[in-house]
């Protein structure tokens, strides 16, 4: 080939740039309309970065930063540093980084500060490659005392929405000591988690 010809086929090539940001805009056009996962989406977008030499070339905040504009005209929360709304905006973001990295920290952290759930703590424990079915099903079906089931404990949330507490009392009478010391005690837990 001359070196004419390679260089017309050189131009001729599209800017592996623009074929990104078109991509990553598309993505985020399905993302919008519920057609894509939004991890789905960015973590496509990401390996294709990383396959066609963009990480390379920009480095991951210009990366990120291309994502970022791809996806904020669809995302309040990306829109600018300043809609950011208080929740996700609460853990302090580096000076000047309003990047899509920015704004998972800022979730991650949010996520972070969440109380610790023992009953999910529980299932996962039983997810280990040396439990065995009969005893994940043995210590799901058997409970301990105090141990109230989900729907129970989802009732009495119901009805201290209700705000009626003769209601609230009447219920509770028909359960156990050890029961009601669990209901009342994962009611005080939930206003604990509510209230911050």
């Known amino acids: 080939m001359t070196a004419a010809a390679e260089i017309e086929a050189a131009a001729a090539r599209p800017d592996p740039i623009a074929i990104f ?21 960015v973590d496509q977008l990401q390996a294709d970065a990383e396959r066609s030499g963009l990480i ?14 791809a996806f904020a005209p669809h995302c309040d929360v990306l829109a600018s ?16 980084d309003d990047t899509f990295a920015a704004v998972c920290r800022a979730a991650d952290e949010k996520q972070w500060r969440q109380p610790r759930d023992e009953r999910l703590d529980r299932l996962r424990a039983l997810l280990a490659d040396d439990v065995g079915l009969d005893r994940a099903w043995r210590e799901l079906n058997t409970r301990a005392p105090g141990d109230v ?12 929405r209700e705000k009626d507490p003769a209601r609230m009392r009447a219920w ?22 509510r209230a911050k």
Do not use: F
């Open 21 to 41: 940001i078109a991509r990553a805009q598309a993505r985020a056009i399905l993302w919008a309309c519920g057609e894509l996962d939004l991890h789905a989406a």
């Open 81 to 96: 540093s300043e809609d950011q709304n208080e929740e996700i905006s609460a853990a302090e973001p580096v000076a000047g």
């Open 56 to 69: 390379a070339e920009l480095g991951q905040d210009g990366v990120q930063r291309l994502l970022a504009d």
């Open 172 to 193: 509770l009478a028909q359960h156990t000591a050890p029961e009601r010391a669990a209901i009342l005690q994962h009611l005080e837990r939930r206003k604990g988690t």
């Open 149 to 160: 089931p989900t729907a129970t404990l989802e009732a009495a949330e119901y009805l201290m």
